[in-house]
């Protein structure tokens, strides 16, 4: 597979950023371009400029990403760049994956379950759907693995 621009998605939070070393790996090898990307949305908060409030957030996240950037690019990435958009995860990271052209898209899970999952979504299982960009998945340290019959994994072992 010959990689020539590498998404990394990124909400701000430790566990989206454990995917960045992996994507820069395959950066380093490929000659890729790797795309650090954040999706910024303000909830509507009654009494706020919403603007001035989405204006903000947007500056958050650029700042953000040029600190990962310029760390990556301290580390040995050759092109790093940061796109920022504004809107829901899912929906930002599959129009940026198409804008973008990417080849590949590197992002982390949380790995929810049941309820959790239910409530919250799946971002990575709806950029899956929206998207034929290659996903790698990377699942969260300690998140819960499952067989297909939904037993946790060490039961499932254990009875083999």
């Known amino acids: 597979m010959n ?19 992996t994507a820069a790996q395959f950066a380093k090898k490929q000659g890729a371009t790797l795309v650090l990307l954040r999706a910024a949305e303000v909830p509507w908060i009654h009494g706020d400029d919403i603007v001035d409030a989405q204006v903000h957030v947007v500056q958050e996240a650029e700042q953000y990403l040029d600190v990962l950037a310029d760390r990556l690019q301290t580390d040995g ?3 790093v760049e940061t796109s920022v ?7 930002s990271i599959v129009d940026a994956a198409q804008v973008h052209g990417a080849d590949l898209i590197v992002m982390t899970s949380h790995g929810r379950t049941g309820i959790g999952r ?10 899956l759907r929206g998207t034929t ?8 340290t300690g998140a819960a693995v499952l067989t297909p019959d939904g037993k946790a994994r060490e039961t499932a072992l254990a009875n083999a």
């Not at 239910?118 to 950029?127: K, Q, R």
């Open 3 to 21: 990689l020539k621009k590498i998404i990394v998605p990124l909400d701000g939070s430790a566990l989206a950023e454990t995917a960045i070393p």
């Open 118 to 127: 239910l409530i919250l979504g799946s971002v990575a299982e709806s950029v």
């Open 85 to 91: 958009w504004y809107g829901a995860p899912a929906a």
């Open 133 to 140: 960009a290659p996903i790698l998945l990377l699942r969260a």
């Open 77 to 79: 990435v050759k092109r």
